[in-house]
């Protein structure tokens, strides 16, 4: 700014070489200023970067018997394993104290930071060459979108064997892209859940639908009480409006056509709008087009776009809704201090199949995906696949937030689990019995599986009809 | 890295900002005592290199990237722009652009010439013009989350003894007057305008304070004179006030207009662009950054970026005219 001093026209020669000569030592002046305005800068910058790891030391615990087990990661002393993911306070703090057995073993130092727009951001910074070492990637789809990229890299032949021990062949399949292994399962959540509250069931004589057919009459038997509408449904959700319906309609899938036809559905082996698929549309329809079945507690059927996500079962409670499909990790949206249990105020059930025997699940899951191959890295991505992390990880959400985190770990020991949901899901998810099937939104290409498909679950419930609706999904499917 | 190599480092980086910038200035200064007109390059240059680095560039990278597929893995030609002006969706989305083009210039000005005038001059005019001026501290977010409560929809069923109650303003007004609740956001084509309502909330106030000044500015000779000719009111407003003001009147009709075309942050608090309602910016940041087809986003931009150029060239002119005057 100081540079900019005007020399007033016609001013004399001298006048000028005077100004000259001050303008001068001023622009000296300002330079000086500048750098140390800068250095002040950077010296805050350096402040924040520069500390030293103060876990570890000179690897301190790797002499006693609680580092037994760590001893094979090596001394990592001094090195720093970055973790980026989409899981923020509160749920962050357990992940955060699960690595510390981990940190004061082997010396290293985990730094984990995660924010809301994780999924848009790990894109853009996997593109731009700036990836953390490991993000916690939500979505089989999102992992291949990464893997396109070519910066992430396959995960090693002991994260491979623990998930061959510890999942099994098709949670191995979900990280697998292209023939190539590359991210472990961490957690897993499950979504074919009802709501419902224990007391109203027991006041008026309801029973714990097990088959496809007696929940239909179950309904039925609500709806013509009067007292309550059977179901409450809620899909809004900013951006995601939508992605509840698209949960129902994968349960449905599951139920009404099969595994198999679920897999080849997802996989665009059979076309979006196949006839199976709108079948299990309709079947949807048939429960939460009905304005005789919902939308408890919110108004007519319309209001299922309008109303939030979180919002939406919470009618339970006051007895104007009596059931709610929704995921394991709804449990967090009932007010603090609501007894959720068999004998509480709210607990869920397993939505059931055609017949009592079968046993589909739809879930979803979380996937340890690196970018980067160094030793640190490739320790901590084997000690996260580990039971060890599991339990402790098991036990960290258990203190903290009571709860509110399980995995589909064999090694999972179930009394380190608080929470009735939880122990529920546990059961569930780990049941030989159980046929798991990964959220399929989730692993349908992104135009489809977080836009097409949202959208078109939104104006389906908005009134478009089953085929117009599958016609335009499928549509946007990419053709490469 | 040691602390003390970092502060190394520093120091080092710290000199050769130093040493750089000192050797532009003194090169600056021995030209400058010589008179030569390339001294000029030197204050342009900074700027010119970062509108090259932050406009430029990116710009074109824009151009090319909406030519390729949604991966940008492969040549598509115009297909993005074809699937623009095709697609039923996409049909909808410049439809929505339109409308609030269209509106909301017209309505915030309207509205704040108006108040401009019934407040010159009256008693509590600066107490009336804060008032209308204060939705403009409030970001568009903000806004967005206050009419989305003002809109709220709960059922109201006249026969059943308890209602949950009205959470929004507007449906509470209505069952107060006896008819039913709206779900205001949700039926097309009407929701635009209900969202087009807060763009006009928040820039009426800023018609207002400009046009207020620009009225303020008419000599009040002319206005004396025209008095003296018998004109009455509207006459006054009409040949006197309006031809006055009207290079102040395009400024901001413009310059809302433009905010129009960018209109992100209302739609996407209040509905995500659903229901109907999206609008090109908000299109593009969900073709890009959620559906993961950065080829149509990248041509929603470029379409956004052609929009504006008429607008912006059209308030050059029409400043460069009034600067002639």
Known sequence: MLLLLPVPVGADHRDVEVKMRRTGARRWTATAAATMGLALVLAACSGSGGTTPTTGGTAAGTGSAECADYAKYGDLTGKTITIYAGIVTPEDTPYIESFKPFEKCTGAKVDYQADKQFEQQILVRAQAGNPPDIAIVPQPGLLAQLVATGKVVKAPDAVGANVDKFWGASWKALGTVGGAFYAAPSGASVKSLVWYSPKTFADNGWKVPTTMAELTALTKTIASAGKMKPWCVGIASGEATGWPLTDWVEDFVLRTAGPDVYDQWVSHKIPFNDPKIAKALDAVGAIIKDPANVNGGFGDVSTIATTAFQDAGLPILDGTCAMHRQASFYAANFPSGTQIGPDGAVYAFYLPAESATDKPVLGAGEFVTAFADRPEVQALQEFWSTDTWANLKAKASSSITNGGWITANKGLDPAN???????????????????????????????????????????WVLGASTSSTLDKIEAAWPTS | ??????????????????????????????????????????????????????????????????????????????????????????????????????????????????????????????????????????????????????????????????????????????????????????????????????????????????????????????????????????????????????????????????????????????????????VVANEFYTQSFTAGNQGLGAALAVLLFVLVIPIIVYNIRQLRRAEAR
């Open chain 1, 417 to 459: 689990l608080v929470n009735p949901i939880d122990k529920l899901s546990a059961t569930i998810l780990l049941d030989p019995k159980s046929e798991f099937r990964f959220d399929g939104s989730d692993q349908m290409p992104a135009a489809v599986g977080s836009g097409a498909f949202w959208k078109g679950m939104t104006d």
């Open chain 2, 1 to 278: 890295m040691n602390v003390a190599d970092k502060f190394l480092v520093m120091v080092a980086a710290l000199l050769i900002f130093a040493a750089i910038i000192g050797l532009v200035l003194f090169v600056v200064a021995l030209l400058e005592k010589r008179g030569a007109r390339s001294v000029g390059w030197f204050f342009v240059g900074p700027t010119v290199l970062l509108l090259v680095v932050g406009l430029a560039y990116p710009a074109v990278r824009t151009v090319v990237r909406s030519l390729y597929n949604a991966a940008g893995s492969a040549f598509i030609g115009l297909s993005n722009y074809t699937t623009i002006f095709t697609s039923g969706d996409m049909l909808v989305v410049l439809r929505n652009t339109v409308l609030w083009v269209v509106i909301t210039p017209f309505v915030a000005t309207a509205v704040g010439l108006l108040y401009a005038l019934v407040v010159d001059g009256a008693r509590g005019e600066a107490a009336a013009k804060s008032l209308i001026f204060l939705p403009m501290a409030i970001s568009f977010v903000g806004a967005g989350i206050i009419w989305k409560f003002v809109y709220e929809y709960k059922y109201f069923d006249p026969t059943l003894a308890n209602n949950p109650r009205q959470i929004g303003l507007l449906n509470q007004v209505l069952v107060w007057l006896g008819m039913q609740p709206k779900q205001f956001l949700l039926n097309q084509p009407w929701n635009n305008l209900f969202l087009i309502v807060v763009m006009i909330w928040i820039q009426a106030g800023f018609a207002m304070t400009i046009l207020s000044a620009a009225i303020k500015a008419i000599p009040l000779e002319t206005t004396e004179a025209a008095r003296l000719d018998g004109v009455n009111a509207v006459q006054l407003f009409r040949f006197i006030t309006v031809p006055s003001i009207r290079p102040t009147l395009v400024v901001v009709l413009t310059t809302i207009a433009i905010g129009c075309l960018k209109v992100f942050d209302i739609v996407r608090t209040m509905t995500g662009g659903l229901y109907g309602t999206s």
